[in-house]
């Protein structure tokens, strides 16, 4: 009987509550896509919604944010990307939040990723946290001041042995 108990305070407690639109996985896939495949990934899963197109330097930056108002307010960014000599596109991708607590899950998945942090600190403003591997380098930043955080995920150039 008690297990019953608590398996309906938990289904009560899950309805209630609500996670981040977007996991650390998906943010990396993100990079590996182009602009149109990242627009298309990001719309048709009915959790973001396309909110402008900005120019700049020749780039079309485009911005979504997070369709449900049950979770904190999230946008994504693409399309800021690098064109390398040999005609390679390194992309980047940027994500904010304003709860902190995704940040500090997507911390976690980029650990369980097994991804190096390669540094940990604090400035004036956030908490600093960098991570990379062969193929990305990330930068999560949880906000000292305010009620909010960002990650940038930026692909790097991978050199072949």
Do not use: C, W
């Amino acid at each position: 009987m008690k297990k019953y108990i608590v398996f309906l305070a938990l289904l009560f407690a899950g309805v209630n509550s609500y996670g981040q639109s977007i996991s650390f996985f998906d943010l990396t896939n993100l990079t590996n896509l182009t602009d149109g495949q990242a627009h298309t990934y990001l719309t048709l899963g009915n959790v973001f919604k396309h909110q402008y197109i900005e120019e700049s330097n020749g780039k079309t930056i485009e911005h979504f944010s997070s369709k449900s108002n049950k979770v904190a307010h999230q946008t994504i960014t693409i399309g800021q990307n690098a064109i390398l000599s040999n005609g390679t596109i390194l992309r980047t991708v940027t994500y904010t939040t304003t709860d902190p607590q995704h940040i500090v899950n997507l911390i976690s998945q980029a650990r369980r990723a097994q991804l190096t942090m390669k540094f940990q600190g604090q400035d004036e403003q956030n908490n600093i946290y960098k991570f990379n591997n062969d193929f990305y380098d990330i930068t999560m930043l949880i906000s000292t001041t305010a009620n909010k955080g960002s990650v940038e995920i930026s692909q790097k150039e991978f050199v072949g042995y």
